[in-house]
């Protein structure tokens, strides 16, 4: 059911990968509504979100499509679960012929665990389809307004539905979906007509201070949109009103961009499309008065200059000797990968926004909503009190001959702490042979019954005759398909760096003694700085190959590396060691 589109980009000259970019592509966008609407007959398609939801055949509230198999509606539409619940999606009118509706049964009924009935609050519910609809001129998803969405006084928005036409008259045969137009009314505004107190942050009005203009009984739950550009967004969703298009009483909505997060916590697959709506100009709301209202801020918050984000950063890292299980913190950019529930492989944090893994991890799963990553993870199985779990919104994969990594960008990004930390890329470093470096990962067969992270310790090797300087060679050391994805780490300086990401169908390679052997990080560094930059240390006492070999992108908040330019104070300690060397001579001649 997922409604994807599939882009190729990649490396080299002729570039290759795969990017799925999914509902936020689709959403909002009718075909058929190309026109001005100014009459009160909806044109066949022009709205094709909106659903009409019955029992026993009856329309009694509207809704909204968000994606191919769930239904945004107003939870006052169920004080009682309804018999025979249907929604159908496509229609033009309730009575006559439909050509191009279809109609499902409902599956489960979410009502908002805040909704408050007597406050009207939170007055929001989901709805899902016994099987998915598929996607028309007629049936489309509307986009859904993101937090920090701002709708000020004055922004056109529409209202549709089957409601009455006033309040106690019917909508005339054939029943024909309605269309209205009605300006945005700022919440302190709003607050002043219904009486300070009545008016939450969960709210939005819309409506005409003359009236006339209004949605009305049997329209709840319907959509109250806005365009931006191409695209339409849901703002609100049809809740409570006194009368009907009365004189400075604007109809009241629930404010969609409140509930992104209770939304994705319900709808883990094919997740809507969620759009920021943006209003220009000034917002007129903020000089509405009346007794009892709270003065509008009048000074913005202080500004403060973000703290670039460092990578390979680990305080919670004590390695114990001898010791393969990892305690929490220790190694914090460890990610989890997991689908439908379950872990897959390991992974990365390697930006503020971003996760690196094993191509192969996605070879029969490339569907970003079908994924998710978990961050400050110990235990698989067990209380995980420091962990945060992140949908992913697309899946980018490299396209070189032979192995090839993913990244894959996060919904949200996480807030950093000891427990999450991004590590540092290798774009060009050298780990010298008989270095200490570390992997880690999550395997079924390790880790007791909690499945803790284990960690493995190992040594650079010399990769043998006819190897690729392409390659990094190490001990040999165990590694399942739990771990493929996970990281080859070693410090250089006070910071960490991936070198390699691991693979369990790795390479051993047979010399004197078998080495295993890893594609370097800095393979890949062109489509690293493509597709996420390059995070810089902490410090930059890390050695590093020349500057014409390092690439660094630049991200938001975070600055670029130098390169690793030598310390001036370095020069001070070769001068010292040479004159105590100097004097030694003298001493034993």
């Known amino acids: ?48 979100w909106q659903a009409s939801l019955q029992t026993s055949g009856s329309h009694f509230c509207g809704g909204s499509l968000i994606n191919s198999q769930w239904v945004l ?149 319907g959509p109250l949109v806005s365009k931006q550009g191409s695209r339409w967004i849901l703002g609100g969703i049809v809740s409570f009103g006194n009368g009907c298009a009365q004189p400075n009483f604007p109809g009241v909505y629930t404010r969609v961009s409140q509930y992104q997060s209770w939304i994705n916590s319900q709808i883990t697959s094919s997740q809507p499309g969620f759009v920021t709506f943006t209003s220009t100009g000034t917002d007129s709301d903020l000089s509405i008065s009346c007794p009892g209202l709270p003065p509008p801020p009048t000074t913005l918050p ?136 570390w992997a880690a990962g999550w395997n079924s067969g390790q880790g007791g019954v909690e499945q803790v992270l284990q960690e493995f310790e190992t040594l650079v090797e010399n990769c043998g005759n006819g190897s690729s300087s392409d390659s990094i060679c190490t001990r040999t050391f165990t590694l399942e398909k739990g771990d493929s994805g996970g990281p080859l780490m070693c410090k250089l300086g006070d910071s960490w760096f991936q070198a390699a990401v691991l693979s369990a169908g790795n390479t051993t390679r047979q010399t004197r003694d078998a080495v295993m052997q890893f594609p370097k990080l800095s393979t890949f560094e062109t489509f690293l700085a493509r597709t996420v930059g390059f995070l810089s240390p902490a410090s930059n006492s890390t050695n590093n190959t020349s500057a014409s070999n390092s690439t660094n992108a630049t991200l938001p908040n975070i600055t670029a590396s130098n390169g690793g330019a030598t310390p001036a104070h370095s020069l001070v300690f070769l001068f010292f060691h040479l004159l105590v060397f100097s004097t030694c001579l003298q001493l034993f001649s």
């Open 73 to 221: 509606t107003a939870a006052h539409c169920f004080p009682s679960i309804p018999a025979r619940l249907t929604v159908s999606l496509g229609l033009q009118s309730l009575q006559g012929s439909n050509p191009n509706g279809v109609s499902r049964t409902v599956t489960q009924i979410i009502v908002n665990p805040n909704y408050n009935a007597i406050a009207n609050d939170n007055d929001i519910c989901l709805l899902q389809l016994s099987s998915p609809v598929t996607f028309t001129d007629f049936i489309v998803p509307v986009c859904l307004a993101a937090p920090g969405s701002t709708f000020f006084s004055g922004v056109s928005s529409w209202v549709t539905g089957w409601g009455t036409i006033a309040s106690g008259v019917s909508l005339p045969p054939p029943e024909n979906l309605m269309e209205v137009n009605v300006p945005i009314v700022g919440n302190r505004e709003c607050n002043c007509n219904y009486g300070v107190g009545s008016i939450t942050n969960n709210m939005i009005c819309a409506g005409l201070r003359a009236g006339g203009k209004d949605s009305c009984q049997g329209d709840s739950g």
């Open 302 to 437: 202080p500004t403060t200059t973000a703290k670039p984000v460092v990578c390979g950063q680990a305080p919670m890292n004590y390695i114990l000797e001898g010791s393969s299980v990892a305690t929490a913190g220790m190694w914090p950019w460890m990610a989890s990968l997991q689908r439908n529930g379950s872990h897959m492989c390991g992974g990365t944090l390697v930006a503020v926004d971003s996760v690196l893994s094993n191509a192969n991890c996605f070879s029969s799963s490339p569907t970003p909503s079908e994924w998710t990553v978990v961050l400050g993870r110990l235990k698989q199985n067990g209380s995980n009190p420091f962990e945060v779990t992140l949908n992913v919104t697309n899946i980018t994969l490299s396209n070189l001959n032979g192995s090839n990594v993913a990244v894959l960008h996060l919904s949200t990004q996480p807030s950093l702490s000891n427990y999450i930390q991004p590590i540092c890329l290798d774009n060009g470093r050298t780990f010298v042979l008989g270095s200490t470096c």
């Open 1 to 48: 059911s997922q409604q994807c589109s599939v882009v190729i980009q990649g490396e080299g000259s002729i570039a290759h990968c795969v990017l799925i970019v999914c509902l936020s592509a689709v959403c909002g966008i009718t075909p058929l509504n190309t026109r001005i609407v100014g009459g009160q007959n909806a044109p066949p398609g022009n709205w094709p």
